[in-house]
């Protein structure tokens, strides 16, 4: 997938890439009114959903397609970009027909790799940018299968979106952010864009800023937010919805930092990092060869490999080591285990006489 394309450039969109509007589309006079205003602050892309997978039934399912004839206004009145959420077949094609400019796959339907074949297939051969949200449960690799099944549907402009995933309980969050998984997406794929959705992830509005800003800290390349006219009446998640006006607010406090002014210390800082990891390779390197001479002892002397007591001693004087000098402790138990498990295959490897 080294030929992916932006699904918007900065020429277009400007920096980063905000998409805003409501949750859900609820009436053509909710869907004007945000959008006129969002288009005023200078906001691109609209976004809003018409078909809404709701965790019971009962709840708001999304008005369908009439909504589509409202984003179209939208287009033709505002000249914003218009998006919604499609998670199946008829989906595709009616926002096709009706000329939508952007899709995105939501958080459950990326989680069923059958429903984003079905939409991959009816997408074949179309050029129009597509957005791939996050499964709802933290699986990389179920992510990325459901943005190589719309690659190899001939779509080139694709982006994730990170809106976090869900636990079980009651947390801070309404999804957590496991930064760590967007961050091994982008090592994966240097060249797919990242768009953070702080509403989803925090489910608060207090919570919009500060996580907008984390995205934007750690290079995401756009920001995905719900906006609402008249948040308290919102049909679905009236919580983490803000106004155009707040939204406005928000983005005008954030603070864009530029990734490609390298300055010179970071570079000085890089290099540093460089010959640290060097030198943490050699000198477990070193240990591991330690080890195997240990590993031959024991064999010569008849002795077994792990010794439970000599392990647990190692395992508590690091770790104790590590707090005071200001490592969590977590942190060098899951370093010592890791080194252990090693040591202990190297050992075997003497045993079994296949030492290199
Ligand atoms: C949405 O963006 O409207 C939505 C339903 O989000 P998610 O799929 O992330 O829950
Ligand atoms: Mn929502």
Not at 104 to 121: D, K, L
Not at 158 to 176: D, E, Q
Not at 246 to 259: H, K, P, Q, S
Request: glycine share 8%; net charge negative; with cysteine.
């Amino acid at each position: 997938m080294n030929d992916l394309q932006p699904i918007a450039t900065a020429e277009q969109v400007g920096r980063p890439i905000v998409i805003a509007g409501p949750c859900s589309a609820e009436s053509e006079e909710q869907i004007m009114t945000t959008a006129r205003a969002l288009a005023e602050y200078g906001i691109k892309i609209f976004r809003a959903g018409i078909w809404k997978p709701r965790t019971k039934p009962g709840g708001f399912e999304g008005i369908g397609e009439p909504g589509l004839e409202w984003l179209k206004r939208v287009k033709e009145e505002t000249g914003m970009l218009v998006s919604t959420e499609v998670a199946n077949k008829a989906h595709v094609e009616a926002a096709l027909n009706a000329g939508i400019d952007m899709l995105w796959i939501g958080a459950r339907t990326s989680a069923n790799p059958f429903a984003v074949q079905e939409i991959a297939n009816s997408l074949n051969g179309c050029d129009i940018p597509v957005m791939v949200k996050n499964p709802v449960n933290p699986d990389l690799e179920l992510w990325i299968g459901a943005i190589e099944r719309i690659y190899n549907a001939g779509i080139r402009r694709i982006a994730a979106i990170h809106r976090g995933f869900t636990v079980y309980g009651k947390h801070l969050y309404r999804n957590m952010p496991q930064w760590h998984i967007p961050i091994e997406l982008h090592r994966r794929l240097p060249g797919l864009q990242i768009i953070c959705d702080p509403s989803h992830m925090g489910g608060k509005r207090e919570l919009i800023a500060p996580l907008s800003q984390q995205a934007l800290d750690m290079g995401f390349d756009g920001l995905i937010i719900e906006s609402h006219c008249d948040p308290d009446c919102a049909l679905s998640d009236k919580s983490q919805q803000i106004t155009p006006e707040v939204l406005n607010f928000i983005l005008n406090t954030l603070v864009i930092r530029d990734n490609a002014q390298s300055t010179e210390s970071l570079t000085l800082l890089r290099q540093q990092i460089d010959q640290i990891d060097n030198d943490l390779i050699e000198i477990l390197a070193k240990r591991m060869r330690v080890s195997r001479e240990i590993g031959q002892y024991k064999k010569d002397h008849s002795m077994q490999i792990v010794h439970t007591n000599r392990y647990d001693d190692i395992l508590k004087s690091r770790v104790k080591l590590a707090e005071e000098m200001g490592m969590s402790g977590n942190f060098m138990k899951t370093v010592i285990e890791a080194i252990h498990e090693e040591s202990v295959r190297q050992q075997i490897e003497v045993l079994n006489n296949r030492a290199k």
